[in-house]
């Protein structure tokens, strides 16, 4: 594991100054970089890499936390999570037309070896699943520090970090060859930038009708209009598309299930818990709902083709 969690720190980059971080680690497992920046870990096994004035972006909270773990935990989302892996270890392993084994490196990074980054990692969950298949060098990335100690006990041997996925990534040029994206914002150049020739971006998103039985009566969120047109737009000029997939899961779920599927989602941030186990109450003691998902897969354009990158805070 200690293998492992070192050649994870070393695909990281200092968010003061873009170098690397100094082998081995700090008293506590923390993080010194070439320049002598240091950052320290958390007794539960994440660091903090936020700067200045961190993010503006509200972190999930511990009990939406808690209820996402306890949910993933029961293996709803399993077949969602199996589809995810075998899209990111046919790219971790080449199989996919991935860089793993054949990519260069960006100078000064470290050598070619399968590796991948969750922006968004959350519990870790999806991330676990990719690498009980793969064995690969690991960042997840994330606001949230009720998920990262989740996510540090569940990826141990992964760089588990508080940060931004707006702000330039704490990870080198051309280091991983998957970036993974499950229900998290997409930033779009800085994932062409840490990704490898031949990488993949892959991203998943709620279809239509996503939870659409238990969505009104709980208060969660609907889904944008034209969601997958606007994840196209969204990456244009970075990335181009490859074939993906669609993953339907016909769930059969308790009342508790059911609070904590709305609590766990953004619609967590504003609902009151009150009124939720209200709602909880009314429930029949089995409901039968349908989540639908979408894997986009993408792959980086050229260098030359994409747009030239703003300077940071531009």
């Known amino acids: 594991m200690e293998t492992m969690l070192s050649a994870s720190r070393a695909l990281l980059a200092c968010p ?6 100094l082998p081995g680690a700090a008293d506590g497992g923390g993080l010194v970089c070439d320049a002598g920046h240091s950052f320290d870990a958390a007794k539960q096994g994440y660091i903090n890499l936020l700067t200045g004035k961190g993010t503006v972006f509200e972190s999930d909270s511990a009990d939406m936390v808690a209820a996402r773990h306890d949910f993933l935990s029961a293996s709803h989302y399993r077949p969602l999570a199996d589809a995810l892996a075998e899209f990111a270890a046919a790219a971790l392993t080449g199989a996919g037309g991935g860089a793993a084994g054949e990519a260069s490196t960006a100078e000064g990074a470290p050598e070619a070896g399968p590796a991948i980054l969750d922006a968004g990692t959350g519990t870790g969950h999806y991330l676990r699943a990719v690498l009980d298949r793969v064995p690969a ?46 229900f998290a914002p997409r930033n ?6 840490v990704l490898r020739p031949g990488g993949r971006l892959i991203v998943v998103t709620p279809r239509p009708g996503h939870l659409t039985e238990v969505a009104g009566t709980t208060g969660m ?5 034209a969601k997958e047109e606007r994840l196209a737009a969204g990456l244009a000029g970075h990335f181009t598309a490859l074939p993906g997939r669609e993953v339907d899961i016909a769930l059969d779920l308790t009342p508790d299930d059911v609070v904590k599927l709305a609590l766990m989602g953004p619609a967590g941030h504003h609902l009151d818990r009150a009124s939720l186990q209200e ?36």
């Open 137 to 182: 060098a690991a960042v997840g990335l994330d606001i949230s520090k009720f998920a990262l100690r989740r996510a540090a006990r569940l990826n141990p041997g992964a760089a588990n970090l508080v940060a931004d996925i707006w702000q330039p990534l704490p990870v080198r040029d051309a280091a991983v060859d998957v970036v993974m994206v499950v």
């Open 221 to 225: 969120l609907g889904i944008e209009p």
């Open 188 to 193: 779009a150049a800085e994932f062409a930038r």
């Open 279 to 314: 709602t909880r109450a009314r429930l029949a003691s089995r409901t039968a709902v349908t989540a639908r998902f979408r894997i986009s897969v993408f792959t980086p354009l050229e260098r030359e083709q994409r747009p030239e990158p703003r300077p940071a805070g531009g």
């Open 16 to 21: 003061l100054c873009r170098g690397g971080f």
